[in-house]
């Protein structure tokens, strides 16, 4: 079932629940992004069982921002998830870097720049919250969207086999 359609600039927006996916192909050929809750998968481990529970709870942190888009909550509950997602992603960006240092990864300068920037993003995104714009947009979501899913299985999948 469809719901909440909305757009940005010229790309259209759609979530979905889980049970939805068979509107994922046609939709995406219509040019719409698919807005749905992630599930953790055995495909996002990197074989560090503390490693993979904080991915757990950035994607619960995730889904939490999807259920705040959904539902249009007020820009209260904008920033306490925002809130939540930094204090979250910083402690588990310090732990993450503690691991790769500590076994002399070599794109470690890199991976922390992708940690700064994200967390500069998501604090940006607090910055421009206000009750004239009460709800957490497509363009946050969007944003949470790709960095999940291409941090997780692209960035941090280079360092499974050192960790």
């Given at each position: 079932m469809v719901r909440n359609r909305?757009?940005?600039g010229d790309r259209h927006f759609c979530p979905v629940e889980i049970g939805d996916s068979p509107l994922c192909p046609e939709l995406l050929r219509k040019g719409w992004y698919i807005m749905s809750k992630y599930a953790w998968s055995n495909d996002y481990s990197v074989g560090n069982e503390i490693l993979d529970q904080h991915h757990r709870n950035l994607i619960k942190?995730?889904?939490d921002a999807y259920e705040t888009i959904?539902?249009?909550k007020p820009f209260t509950e904008t920033n306490k998830i925002l809130s939540e997602l930094t204090t979250y992603s910083i402690f588990h960006f310090y732990e993450e870097e503690k691991i790769m240092k500590n076994v002399g990864y070599a794109e470690l300068e890199n991976h922390k720049k992708q940690h700064s920037e994200f967390i500069s993003k998501i604090n940006e995104f607090k910055n421009n919250i206000s009750a004239e714009n009460s709800t957490l947009n497509e363009e946050i979501f969007l944003f949470l969207y790709n960095w999940l899913v291409n941090h997780i299985c692209i960035s941090?999948?280079?360092y499974v086999s050192v960790i």
């Open positions: 909305g757009e940005i942190l995730f889904n959904k539902e249009n941090d999948k280079k």
